[in-house]
């Protein structure tokens, strides 16, 4: 989900910049659009650019120059997304890599919140952090992956917690005894 997530938003992010569109406003349309097509799972590149390419130029007029410019950005993008997919790789494209690095820390900061006020601002704040990062087309996304990652947490520290708790004594009991004499 995040690879399809950072790849959309690679696309509508160099769209937004060609077209010297705020890259804060919302493409929802678009970003469904190309998620679908990406869900496809198409066979050949050229079929997952074309639908891309469609949903970007729904609603749009633009030069052929534009059009042509665009193309090549979209096809660099997606064959980025379908390398680091395939691969199970970080992305080679510096905006693919951008966006996954914020992503994360975006995930990683609603994770690390403690108490439940800190959780309630982490996730109110989310949103406009997401748009300032240029991926406001899936804060619901993000915020049901952060939630999903939280629930899994839980059941791993509730599941193991007997574990860790045996090896932290072990590690303490080992730290208070004194090393063993060498003779």
Wanted: proline share 3%.
């Amino acid at each position: 989900m995040a690879q399809r997530i950072i790849t959309v938003g690679a696309v509508l992010l160099q769209c937004k910049n060609l077209l010297k569109r705020d890259v804060r406003t919302q493409w929802k349309m678009e970003a469904t659009r190309i998620m679908t097509v990406l869900e496809a799972n198409h066979a050949s590149l050229n079929a997952t650019v074309d639908g891309s390419m469609a949903a970007l130029e729904a609603g749009r007029c633009m030069p052929a120059a534009t059009k042509t410019h665009l193309r090549a950005l979209v096809t660099k993008v997606l064959s980025a997304g379908q390398d680091m997919s395939r691969h199970s790789a970080e992305p080679r494209e510096p905006v693919l890599r951008l966006l996954l690095t914020r992503l994360r820390g975006n995930i990683l900061a609603r994770l690390a919140s403690g108490s439940a006020s800190e959780k309630v601002k982490a996730a109110n704040t989310a949103g406009s952090k997401l748009a300032s990062l240029g991926l406001s087309e899936f804060v619901e996304k993000v915020r049901h992956m952060s939630d999903l990652l939280d629930k899994v947490g839980a059941v791993d520290r509730a599941a193991h917690s007997p574990w860790w708790d045996a090896v932290a004594t072990k590690v303490q009991q080992e730290e208070l005894e004194p090393p063993a004499q060498q003779s």
